[in-house]
T-cell receptor
């Protein structure tokens, strides 16, 4: 158990819909990262938040957005879903100077 | 541009065989290096990490990796694999000493160990 929690574990929805994925980092970790894992793209970095502020953006679509709340949990919002958005979405957190990241169990999103 | 290359897409071994998975990276700065393992249906777990110091690092479950700076490599090794090592292995790199800690991952190597 990494100490990072993600909900829900599985999500099945239809094209055009909007979903919200939730992540709670390890206690004390200020950074939260979101990654997408798909068969064709591998593990891709989406976005990083540090202490409530956006710090870095990766291959995140405009239809996707995220935020980190004062209690440091984070939400990833995916809208206008397409079949190609089906993937595993991982959240990771880190703290201190080592940038070692601890991964949550992931949310498996299936878009039908 | 930053990138991580893993040389083998799929490796098949018999139990007790030795393992070496290649990883090379391209990164314009000082790096931290990681190997993660993903067992079927599970999340990423850290096998080992290199931040600084001794370039030969030991991780969990008998794995080790050697950082060769001149070759930009961080190969993963295990002297004798077990059936339970069947999993996907990811090499990753990020910037040392920065709060911009995003990980760059390789495409992964699927290891299958036959009993």
């Amino acid at each position: 158990d990494s100490g990072v929690t993600q909900t829900p574990k599985h999500l099945i929805t239809a094209t055009g819909q909007r979903v919200t994925l939730r992540c709670s980092p390890r206690s004390g970790d200020l950074s939260v990262y979101w990654y997408q894992q798909s068969l064709d793209q591998g593990l891709q970095f989406l976005i990083q938040y540090y202490n409530g502020e956006e710090r870095a953006k990766g291959n995140i679509l405009e239809r996707f957005s995220a935020q980190q709340f004062p209690d440091l949990h984070s939400e990833l919002n995916l809208s206008s879903l397409e079949l190609g958005d089906s993937a595993l979405y991982f959240c990771a957190s880190s703290g201190g100077h080592t940038n070692e990241q601890f991964f949550g169990p992931g949310t498996r999103l299936t878009v039908l | 541009a930053q990138s991580v290359s893993q040389h083998n897409h799929h490796v098949i071994l018999s139990e007790a065989a030795s393992l070496e998975l290649g990883c090379n990276y391209s990164y314009g700065g000082t790096v931290n290096l990681f190997w993660y393992v993903q067992y079927p249906g599970q999340h990423l777990q850290l096998l080992l990490k290199y931040f600084s110091g001794d370039p030969l690092v030991k991780g969990i479950k008998g794995f080790e990796a050697e950082f060769i700076k001149s070759k930009f490599s961080f190969n993963l090794r295990k002297p004798s694999v077990q059936w339970s090592d069947t999993a996907e292995y990811f090499c990753a790199v990020n910037a040392r000493g920065s709060t911009l800690g995003r990980l760059y991952f390789g495409r992964g190597t699927q290891l299958t160990v036959w009993p």
